[in-house]
């Protein structure tokens, strides 16, 4: 696209309809940003967006910062907001009910009613002037950016370098967590679990009989209840456990079956033998 | 096309993640909200440069993501910390400073 | 010759530093050595007397600057002296009466444990006093002012054991204090209107100051010599002040502290004479307080406050005298030495008498003593033809005086002044008559009766070595008392006559003060006639009352007059009534306003803010995303009014 032909007011018919489809997608995106559930899905919804974004930073001829916030917005700072969703996890608070009252009522009046002043503002704005970025980006976009960045904007660009380092620093310092007393030995734990008196053995393992070793099913007690203990806490706090304790029995009742029509009888009515985890999906 | 749709789509993401930094409770999407507003703001910067035919908006764009990128970094050991000491990620936990 | 000056004040000061630091071991010589420094002071002015009157009148002016005390900018004090005829005269009154006084007091305090602090006091009060009439400044002899002050309360307090000589000391503190104040008011004001506080700069400059500054000068220096030297209204004191020992009444409340305020307005006399105004309230509080007194001293029973009212009224006529003008500034200086020595010389005598009589100050309870302590009568006799103006006698001349240069003012003013100093003098001879019968003469009316102990405790030590029912045995006093009273006495009978014969002691002091012949519409003789008249008639009253019929041991209930002079006159009610009830509603009032009004208003205030920011709390519910939709909400806001106003 080359903006120097184009007309005054308008862009091409190409750009229109990129525009309103990948616009529609951005606004899709932004939307699940907000609404969906999990913090995962949050991410990958603002990722998507962040790149239909870079499109039209390209389309409006800003070529540097288009492949910038695809590499460093979508690459780097996404990677680290799925980082941090892995490091912390999702807990069960992390529900969309309201807690606050009438939070979500002012919230929305507030959005829609600055919505509405932008829009309104936008629209009284008299934005007459379009010259596009042919002749600024005559030289390159980079070159053109660089000789700014180093010659009008330098002393921005030093302290922003500045801040970089600052906000690394202070990350560093707000995550690390210095000893202040001695580390427990292994004898003094165990001494103190045992003056506690809970769980004096280590934790039970997860998996039953050795069929289900899977991290993500509990081990059953001997009465067939699913102990939660045997279960990473993490994934407890998700609530991804599952739960396989019909599943014996299902197996039994599947080999009475087979049984029955090996042996041609007729045996007591079957029942579906669908796995709960399925059943639930 | 007017290329000042760009403008009502940056003022339509701001609102979005605006409101979305005002009811959601997980920190991180109330972050990753924050950076859409910012994101949006980008737009318009970038939608700006064009019209204007110079590149001091990409300038202040890509600034702001610098900046971004800075207070991601923050924000984001904030977090890391707060969950560290609450065992919970949610901003309505962090609401001790209150009679 | 001027280096001798400051060893002048330095010698007391020693021994009060001496005497006060001390301690116990100083005992045994301690009163001597303040003796010693008194009478060393006394010769160092007695050469710098002689040196003086071998120069020409001219040149009698001694200074010795010491060193820059206070340079801050345009304000600078020094400590310099200044010793001219009028600073002379004092000099020697005080050093020279002080040091008899000591003498006398080695005798007086023999059985006082704590005579070595009477001493240092003593010497503390010389310093103080020399400081005062020396100083070249009024910030140096604020300085002297004060330091007076603080021996007199120091002195008037010296048993403080007894309630009522601590509350006389802090009575006479306080009422000096508001006399202290209009001396600092008078400096600051004459810093300010001529830039300096030193008698040179102040003194000859006073045509370039408005009449209105210096008439508040005036008023103010006026407030001042009130307050010390007990004119009305801050009068109440000196009654009080007798609580303290006899000595200390002779020297500061008779001879010497009581008459800074009269050397105060005479050193000041320019400003006087540039503000007529000043003047005139001067005069008028003289012969206000004279009459005052000598009402006040007719009606008093105790030898000690009677003689108190009477020097009350003679410093009332040495303050008409003074505010008289250039007429009357060598008489009352003239009046202020001669009544320095015979009031000293009466109250030593007084002294005498209550040491021989178990510390009785009672005159009812006097009479016929003349027998028993014949020097003490003969030399307070002396004392008493002297004050009465007896001719002859310093008092005659110099009180003669003051009520020619009061006639001589002029016009109507002169004939009251003139008639008030003479109605003065007729009172005067009658109570001092009084006081001399009742004491003296008459029946014995000691005998056969307790002492009053019980009801006024006397606390005087002596009063130990004697049963406190005991009848008293009169007898006279150690030499060591009655030598400092023959020398007052002498000085009381010849004082006058030598200041006056050839006008000496007018050409002394003339170059300091000036002087001027009023016009009198009365001839020199006339008046001395009329004094004379007013003498015998007030004497004749006394020995009618007196003399003649016996005195009752009680005192007679009297006239309204006698009962209220008795109270002296009302002034304590007076004050207490206004001032202090006064005060009290005064602070009560304002408490109230304070409490409701002032209080009620921040307490509103504070309370309307309390229950508002407990509504506003609520917003505060600790919850980051109520507070961002504040924020979203302002930032729609500020959209909103940037758009209206981009409308607009």
């Known amino acids: ?281 | 096309m007017n290329p000042v749709n760009y403008l009502y789509l940056a003022a339509l993401l701001f609102t979005i993640g605006a409101t979305g930094v005002l009811i959601r409770r997980n920190a991180i999407v109330l972050f990753m909200c924050v950076e859409l507003m910012l994101n949006a703001c980008n737009l318009a910067f970038v939608t700006f440069s064009r019209m204007h035919g110079n590149l001091d908006g990409q300038i202040i764009a890509f600034f702001t993501m610098v900046v971004a990128a800075a207070e991601v970094v923050v924000g984001l050991a904030i977090i890391v910390s707060l969950f560290r000491t609450r065992h919970s990620a949610s901003v309505d936990d962090a609401s001790l400073m209150k009679l | 010759m001027e280096n001798l000056i400051a060893p002048l004040i330095a010698a007391p000061l020693l021994g009060a530093a001496v005497l006060l630091v001390g301690g116990r071991r100083l005992d045994r010589v301690g009163h001597w050595i303040g003796t010693l420094l008194s009478t060393a002071s006394f010769v160092f002015g007695l050469i710098l007397f002689a040196d003086l009157l071998g120069k020409g009148a001219e040149h009698r002016t001694l200074t010795q600057h010491l060193w820059t005390w206070i340079p801050v900018g345009g304000f600078q004090a020094d400590v310099t002296f200044r010793l001219d005829q009028l600073s002379m005269t004092f000099v020697l009154l005080i050093t020279g009466v002080g040091s008899l006084i000591h003498l006398y007091s080695v005798g007086y305090m023999e059985h006082d444990e704590r005579r070595r602090r009477f001493f240092g006091y003593l010497n503390l009060f010389l310093a103080a006093m020399l400081l005062l009439v020396l100083a070249d400044n009024y910030l140096l002899l604020y300085v002297g002012w004060e330091g007076v002050g603080l021996a007199s309360y120091l002195l008037i307090g010296f048993w403080q054991h007894k309630p009522s000589a601590a509350t006389a000391a802090k009575k006479a503190f306080l009422v000096n204090r508001v006399g202290d104040m209009g001396l600092s008011i008078a400096i600051m004001l004459m810093f300010t209107t001529f830039g300096s506080f030193a008698f040179g700069p102040v003194l000859s400059h006073t045509g370039d100051a408005s009449e209105g500054k210096l008439t508040a000068i005036g008023l103010m220096l006026l407030l001042a010599a009130c307050g010390k030297s007990a004119q009305v209204p801050l009068q109440s004191w000196l009654g009080d002040a007798m609580e303290g020992p006899t000595p200390v009444s002779a020297l500061i409340h008779a001879a010497t502290m009581v008459t800074a305020g009269v050397y105060l307005i005479v050193r000041s006399g320019a400003v006087f004479n540039a503000a007529p105004d000043a003047q005139l309230a001067v005069t008028v509080v003289g012969a206000v307080t004279l009459l005052f007194g000598a009402i006040v001293g007719c009606a008093k029973d105790d030898i000690k406050k009677a003689l108190a009212g009477s020097t009350m009224s003679q410093i009332g006529y040495m303050v008409l005298a003074a505010g008289l003008g250039p007429i009357g500034y060598v008489f009352a200086i003239m009046h202020l030495v001669t009544h320095g020595f015979f009031k000293a010389g009466l109250f030593l005598g007084a002294g005498s008498v209550m040491h021989g009589m178990n510390d009785e100050v009672d005159m009812r309870r006097y009479g016929g003593l003349r027998k028993y302590m014949p020097v003490t009568f003969i030399t307070f006799g002396l004392g008493y033809l002297a004050i009465i103006g007896f001719p002859g006698l310093s008092g005659f001349f110099s009180k003669d005086k003051i009520i020619e240069a009061a006639f001589a003012k002029g016009g109507t003013e002169g004939w009251i002044l003139g008639g008030a100093a003479l109605l003065g003098a007729a009172i005067t001879a009658f109570y001092m008559t009084r006081v001399m019968l009742m004491t003296f003469f008459g029946e014995e009316r000691w005998r056969n009766q307790p002492t009053r102990s019980p009801g006024a405790p006397s606390a005087e030590p002596a009063a130990e070595t004697h049963g406190e029912h005991a009848e008293p045995h009169p007898h006279e006093s150690p030499k060591v008392m009655t030598i400092p009273m023959i020398v007052l006495a002498v000085g009381s009978v010849f004082g006058g006559a030598f200041f006056s014969i050839g006008d000496r002691f007018l050409h002394w002091l003339e170059p300091v003060t000036g002087h001027s012949e009023g016009d009198s519409p009365l001839s020199a003789a006339a008046v001395t006639g009329a004094t004379m008249v007013c003498l015998v008639i007030g004497v004749a009253i006394a020995w009618a009352q007196y003399g003649r019929k016996p005195v009752p041991a009680v005192a007679p209930r009297g006239s309204l007059l006698t009962r209220a002079a008795r109270r002296d006159l009302l002034q304590d009610d007076f004050n207490h009534v206004v001032l202090v009830r006064g005060g009290e509603h005064l602070t009560r009032s304002l408490v109230y306003v304070d409490h409701t009004l002032v209080d009620g208003v921040v307490n509103g205030t504070a309370a309307g803010f309390g229950g508002l920011s407990g509504r506003l709390r609520r917003l505060q519910n600790g919850f980051a995303r109520s507070y961002a939709v504040s924020m979203f909400g302002g930032a729609a806001l500020l959209v909103a009014a940037t758009l209206l106003m981009r409308a607009v």
Not at chain 1, 58 to 67: D, K, M
Not at chain 1, 209 to 234: C, F, M, Q, W
Not at chain 1, 238 to 246: A, C, E, L, P
């Open chain 1, 1 to 281: 696209m080359n903006a120097t032909h184009l007309a005054a007011y308008t862009t091409s018919t190409g750009e229109a309809f990129q525009f309103w489809v990948l616009g529609t997608i951005a606004v899709i995106g932004a939307l699940c940003t907000v609404f969906m559930k999990k913090a995962v899905h949050s991410a990958l919804c603002l990722a998507g967006t962040m790149i239909v974004l870079a499109i039209f930073y390209l389309a409006n001829g800003a070529y540097f910062l288009g492949i910038v916030q695809v590499v460093v917005y979508t690459g780097a700072i996404m990677m680290l907001f799925l980082f941090v969703v892995m490091l912390v996890g999702v807990t069960a608070a992390d529900s969309l009910k309201e807690t606050i009252k009438g939070q979500r009522w002012l919230a929305l009046l507030c959005g829609v009613g600055f919505g509405v002043l932008l829009f309104a503002g936008i629209g009284n704005a008299s934005l007459k002037e379009f010259n596009g970025t042919g002749q600024a980006n005559a030289n390159g976009n980079v070159e053109g950016l660089a000789s700014l960045i180093f010659t009008k904007y330098v002393f921005a660009f030093e302290i922003t370098g500045a801040l970089l380092i600052t906000a690394a620093v202070g990350a560093m310092v707000l995550t690390h967590r210095e000893r202040t007393e001695r580390a427990k030995t292994q004898r003094e734990l165990s001494e103190q679990r045992v003056r506690e008196g809970k769980h004096l053995p280590p934790l039970p393992a997860p998996g039953v009989y050795a069929r289900h070793n899977a991290v993500d099913i509990a081990g059953l007690l001997p009465d067939g209840t699913p102990s939660e203990l045997t279960v990473n806490k993490t994934l407890r706090e998700r609530g991804q456990i599952r739960d396989v304790s019909t599943e014996a029995l299902n197996d039994l009742r599947a080999l009475e079956q087979r049984a029955e029509e090996r042996l041609e009888r007729t045996a007591i009515q079957p029942e579906t033998f669908k796995r709960p985890e399925e059943a639930s999906k």
